[in-house]
């Protein structure tokens, strides 16, 4: 049974013993304390709901008080298992925060034992042993903090930029539209990978001012881009500029109307806009499948970028109406080297043309893989065979050529 009953001053556990177990008081109160007979000093004294012996499971360290009960107690055992599973499933950063403080808390117990004990030194803060700083993500979790603080202050001063990818008719060769890319100038780092950043963000909620950053600024930049086309008589219904929605931005509750805000403050029109999203909005797919219905409704077309890396079940196919497959990178540059890769690429636009959706191949790089995309029908084309992705101004020339 994981209850357990403790009479009037029985011990529970003893400072230094191994940590197994820690209890949740359901009724009774349980002094926490250090050192022994009358050099023993009171930590603390729990009651009902207070949880206690957790910090030796945490980090598999002996117990560095004692528990004793101060009146009959009923406590509920927690294993140590139901407590490490917890613990592992965490963000590391977070792993971190707990494992400083459990430290420090060590080290405050140790600090007021020494202070009763004339025989007993005063540790050094100093020297005291810092087991997570040995940690070797430790590193990596502290950059990681910095880069967050960062990033933070790009948004509010406007170091992000949007550079743009032409994306081709691989028919015809001529530019349909463009894709939206984020990118960070940071005055201490110099540019970050949107990899790097992005994915950081997307762990925290600073991808939501992000977000709206960049639906702005890209509502802004087809307005120039329209501009352009008119200027040179040009005007193109169909051109169009693709935006990335992370996840999270997608998942906002207010996001539909968030981006219709935008629109009409910019007077662009939705079908001009692709909205980028990835399977992984699919994980909560009755909550995807209904946003994306009231974005295709409103006359955005929204493609399925990263595909085939995600979360692979195709249900979601078969339940919810998309505009266009965006097959993976990783995919076309293998295409020419692995056999494999070709005929997944080959089935991906098979199934796609079936289901009456255009496909759009990202990373091309070489005139083969273009060729052999042609050969299978892809209908679009982007990558570093045609051009990088390029400032808004030179993005507007490549349309004069
Ligand atoms: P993505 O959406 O799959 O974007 C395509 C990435 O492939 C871009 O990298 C682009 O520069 C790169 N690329 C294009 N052609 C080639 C090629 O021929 N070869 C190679 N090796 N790479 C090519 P980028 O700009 O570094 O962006 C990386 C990822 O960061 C994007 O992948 C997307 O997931 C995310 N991202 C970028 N901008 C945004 C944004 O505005 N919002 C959100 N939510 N995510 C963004
Ligand atoms: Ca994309
Ligand atoms: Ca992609
Ligand atoms: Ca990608």
Not at 32 to 50: A, C, E, K, M, Y
Not at 316 to 338: A, G, P
Request: charged share 20%; glycine share 6%; proline share 4%.
């Amino acid at each position: 049974c994981n209850i357990r009953l403790f009479a009037e001053s029985e011990t529970i556990f003893t400072e230094g013993s191994a940590a197994d177990k820690a209890y949740i008081i359901e009724s009774g109160y349980v002094e926490i304390f250090v050192g022994s007979g009358h050099d023993s000093i009171q930590l603390n004294v729990l009651g009902p709901g207070d949880i206690f012996g957790e910090m030796g499971i945490i980090d598999a360290s002996p117990r560095s008080a004692s528990a004793k009960a101060l009146s009959p107690c009923r406590c509920i055992v927690v294993s140590a298992a139901q407590i490490a599973e917890r613990i592992e499933s965490s963000s590391p950063m977070v792993r971190l925060f707990i494992s400083m403080s459990l430290h420090r808390n060590r080290a405050y117990n140790t600090y007021i034992k020494a202070l009763s004990n004339p025989h007993i030194g005063l540790p050094s803060p100093a020297i005291t042993e810092k087991a997570y700083a040995r940690s070797q993500q430790h590193q990596q979790i502290l950059d990681d903090i910095k880069l967050e603080s960062d990033l933070q202050n790009a948004v509010r001063n406007d170091e992000l930029s949007l550079v743009y990818q032409p994306l081709l008719n691989l028919t015809t060769g001529a530019i349909v539209g463009f894709e939206a890319l984020l990118r960070w100038q940071c005055p201490q780092r110099g540019s970050v990978t949107p990899q790097r950043f992005i994915t950081l963000a997307e762990e925290t909620s600073l991808i939501l001012p992000m977000g709206d950053w960049i639906l702005d600024h890209s509502c802004a930049d087809l307005c120039r881009f329209q501009r352009h086309l008119e200027g040179r008589d040009q005007s193109r219904a169909d051109f169009f500029i693709s935006i990335n929605i992370s996840v999270r931005q997608f998942q906002q509750p207010d996001f539909f109307e968030r981006l219709i805000a935008c629109t009409q403050r910019h007077g662009v029109d939705a079908q001009q806009i692709k909205l980028e999203v990835t399977e992984r909005i699919f994980l909560n797919e009755a909550e995807a499948i209904n946003s994306i219905g009231k974005c295709r409704a409103a006359g955005f077309e929204v493609s399925l970028d990263d595909f085939g890396t995600g979360y692979s079940s195709l249900n979601y196919l078969e339940r919810c109406e998309i505009d266009c497959l965006k097959i993976d990178q990783s995919f076309i540059q293998k295409l020419c080297s692995s056999d494999r890769a070709k005929i997944l690429v080959g089935s991906i636009i098979d199934i796609a043309r079936q289901l009456g959706l255009p496909t759009v191949a990202e990373g091309i790089e070489t005139p083969a893989q273009m060729a052999a995309l042609k050969s299978m029908g892809c209908d679009i084309g982007q990558g570093f065979l045609f051009s990088r992705p390029l400032p808004l101004n030179e993005a507007l020339a490549l349309l004069d050529q």
